[in-house]
DNA sequence: CGGTTGATCGTCT
DNA sequence: GACGATCAACCGC
């Protein structure tokens, strides 16, 4: 992934974040997972995005440049990380759903409660930034200029190995083909439909 | 297994 | 005042 492309689209970037790397480095120590799963959010134009209705403090830094980070808080009690992407405006952000650990495991699992298994670790979206420790606090914070949330290139992941679903959790839209993951890899959540999901077209 | 449900609170109507 | 871009425990089979 080359991270001048996160001024595209986002159902465009989501796809090639497969295989980037979110590194934190706290006083604690430093977790990097590579990400196995993604969902884009376009903008203005997708009634699952939080941008639909226009912005608001909690979703103004979609609306910013592309490459920052923006965190929100899901039913009260997980945190969920997005990748800003597109123009300046296009409020177009990607939802990073899943990874695999690759630095910092001990104390990805520390935050995680002691969990054993190593490919549930960053397993959801909410999983995932429990693991990597990122919190409102990071909400904003530029991913490209060396603060304690980065995003890097990581291993080239093979086109062959990418798949497209319908995305997950959303009561709107949730057949747009904007899931994006890597095939058989245990790191990737679990697909569940929305139990408010509704019909957007056909039966 | 697979489906269902409780936890928990910020945000928007 | 209702409802989530969720998760894990718990049920029944």
């Keep these: 992934m080359n991270l001048m492309d996160l001024a595209r689209p ?9 295989g980037a790397v979110l590194t934190h480095e706290t ?19 997708d009634p699952a995005s939080h941008a639909y209705r226009g912005m608001t ?10 490459g920052h980070l923006y965190v ?29 650990v690759i630095e910092g495991e001990d104390l990805a699992r520390r935050r995680r409660g002691g969990m054993a298994e190593s490919s549930r670790l960053a397993r959801g979206p909410g999983n995932f930034c429990q ?7 990071h909400n904003g914070s530029d991913l490209l200029t060396g603060a304690s949330v980065t ?3 990581g291993e080239p992941v093979p086109a062959s190995l990418i798949r497209i679903g319908p995305r997950v959790g959303v009561s709107k839209a949730h057949d747009w083909q904007h899931r994006f993951y890597l095939a058989g890899d245990p790191t990737v959540s679990a697909y569940r439909l929305s139990p408010r ?6 039966a």
Excluded: Q
């Design 57 to 66: 403090p909690r979703n103004a830094v979609m609306f910013g440049p592309a």
């Design 131 to 137: 693991a990597l420790g990122v919190t409102a606090e």
């Design 10 to 18: 986002a159902e465009e970037v989501a796809p090639r974040l497969l």
């Design 72 to 100: 929100y808080r899901s039913h009260g009690l997980h945190w969920c990380a997005n990748v800003v992407t597109g123009t300046d405006g296009a409020a177009s952000a990607v939802l990073v759903r899943a990874g695999r």
């Design 27 to 45: 006083s604690e120590g430093t977790v990097s997972i590579a990400i196995t799963e993604t969902e884009a959010y376009s903008g203005a134009a």
């Design 197 to 202: 999901a509704k019909p957007s077209h056909g």
């Design 151 to 153: 995003l890097s290139e």
